[in-house]
């Protein structure tokens, strides 16, 4: 198939937005969605800006909830987009972003209590991550931003979307997706891989 080089000014090719909470130097909580991360086991892998308010929470408090919301939420997502818990706003961001420190109000999301640290979770959000940073580096040739390793604690989820008491039920969780700043639900459902533990039935036929 042809195919034309391209340069474009992202590589959001499609993941789901997160919500990240942390807690402020006062104790409140900022609250932050990013669309870059990935899972290994119990292990999270985000990227966030190095001047935001989520990093240098991060910094001085290393505990944080990750809140993975459904299509349902895109508007309250997309009311945190402008928003910077950083008085003044760095100087990268003055043009399109504003200071607001209370973004749970703001987003139009209730924060629902960690049971292991401080950061709230995000009642809304069906997938709530409670976790403690592992590792926390500057991204390589990029002053912009960062990697941080996240280690799992508690998982929550909504019960709607839980099946068999221990599991996520696919055919029910449809996560709100980034692409190339673009939002999206998910389509159309295709299939599981061979180590899946539950399955979808399909009119009448168990895929």
Not at 61 to 69: A, C, K, S, W
Not at 120 to 127: I, N, S, T, Y
Not at 131 to 141: E, G, K
Not at 149 to 165: D, K, M, Q, T
């Amino acid at each position: 198939m042809q195919t034309l080089e391209i340069r474009p000014k992202i590589l959001y090719y499609g993941t789901p937005v997160a919500l990240i909470a942390t807690a402020n130097e006062d104790g409140s909580a900022n609250l932050a969605p990013i669309s870059s991360s990935w899972a290994l086991g119990y292990t999270l892998v985000l990227g966030i800006g190095a001047s935001s308010q989520t990093y240098a929470n991060l910094v001085a408090r290393p505990q944080l909830t990750i809140n993975v919301p459904s299509p349902a939420l895109v508007e309250h997502v997309e009311r945190l987009a402008p928003l910077t818990g950083r008085d003044p706003v760095p100087a990268e961001k003055q043009a399109q972003f504003r200071t607001e420190r209370r973004k749970f109000e703001a987003a139009g999301l209730t924060p629902l209590p960690s049971l292991e640290v401080l950061p709230p979770r995000v009642a809304e959000c069906p997938l709530q991550f409670e976790a403690v940073v592992s590792a926390l580096r500057p991204l390589a040739d990029d002053g912009f931003a960062a990697i941080v390793e996240a280690r799992v604690l508690r998982v929550h989820a909504h019960a709607e979307i839980v099946a068999e008491r221990e599991h996520i039920d696919v055919a029910k969780w449809h996560p709100l997706l980034y692409v190339y700043r673009h939002y999206f639900g998910r389509g159309t459902y295709l299939g599981r891989t061979f180590r899946a533990e539950t399955s979808y039935v399909v009119a009448g036929r168990d895929r």
